[in-house]
């Protein structure tokens, strides 16, 4: 969970662009040579993709750290006290009381920080040739993303705040049972509503290319009744392919700019990655890996949001104004437990990679697939350690590519 009041749910946004492809053959297909080359030669990794990651991370870290400031500085300097005073001067329900001022914060949050998300999302996508959004597009999303985000956020902490006022001993427990019901039911509802609300998405068309990849869906044991195409470029120029949804409301999206950039062995060993994650559970077992962590990041807030908002002069855990320091405690817990969260999310993918290698007829097509990923979306093949542990839910596209090269002989 991020400390943002508008990114507790997460917001995956897609800008990127052309690069210039590796080298092939002369048949124009990428090699196992070609591939060793890469993994072993990080050099020649673009300088550009790498000026372009320091960039975004760079931007990242000092939203991150601003994000705290100003969490602390509305703390402490009375700001939140005074908020909430103005509605309950108004009215004397306290759920009104809670959904005003988490309206007014979250909108000034917003607010706040929207130079610095555009500067991120509009002017280094456009420095660097990655973006097919126009402003106005660009302002809409955002806005639409708010919306959707206050919307939760809301009803949220509606739900959180009841629970602490009435089971003060036990809400930790509720709590963490709620929070994984919620994930659920977003996932559940992610591919029919929440995609639409952004993207859209349509039945592959290339029907030879469909049945291809539903043979492989057969051959990988994974029920899919439909390939859909979602409609990237309007937006970006990355090219991507995701799973969303759990169980009947499943979907596995491929972009049409992924279409347009890779063979149809590329884009099948691309499909049978995310197969990957359907055949090995992969969705299940971050929800459950995840139920545990609410239990105990529950309970550990638990045992610190009491004590800390009397500490600092507030009636309790239940006082509304003490929701900037609920954030900060979720936020710190968030950012403390993040290299764990990245490092089982790295292990996943590369389970998924190697799922890959022996339900295609050319593994050596995900080298190759996953390189012009990479050259398009202008990815750092070789960041540093700490910016891998804590930031990179994917190994390095060079470590992908010789573990892939490495395996893909014993596959055959």
Known sequence: MGFSPCGWFGRDRTRAAWAEAHPTDSGGRFTTSTANEIAADPKRASNRAKRY????LTVGVVKLALGFVFLLAFLLSGASEK???LFHGVTDNYHLDLSGYLLVFSTVYYLLFLPLDFYSDVTLERRYGLSNQTT??????SAKEWGLSTLL????????YAVIRNLPDWWWLVAAIGWFVLLVLISKITPAVIVPLFYKTVPLKDHEL?????ALAGRCGVRVKRVFEIKLSRETNKANAAVVGLGHQRRILIGDTLLTLCSDDEIEAVFAHELGHVALHHPWKLLAGGAASFVLGFYLLYLVLGPSSVALGFQ???DIATVPLLMLWIAGFGFLSKPLQTAYSRRLEKQAD????DKVEKPETLASALTKLADRNLADPTPSRIVETLFYTHPPIAK????????APQQR
């Open 153 to 160: 956020v809301v009803g949220v902490l509606n739900l959180l």
């Open 400 to 407: 992908r590519i010789a573990y892939i090269v490495n395996a």
């Open 83 to 85: 908020l909430y005073g």
């Open 136 to 141: 106005a597009g660009w302002l809409a999303r």
């Open 210 to 214: 469909a049945d291809r990849l539903l």
């Open 53 to 56: 990651s320091k960039s975004k």
């Open 354 to 357: 190697l799922f890959t290698l």
């Open 316 to 318: 309790g855990p239940a």
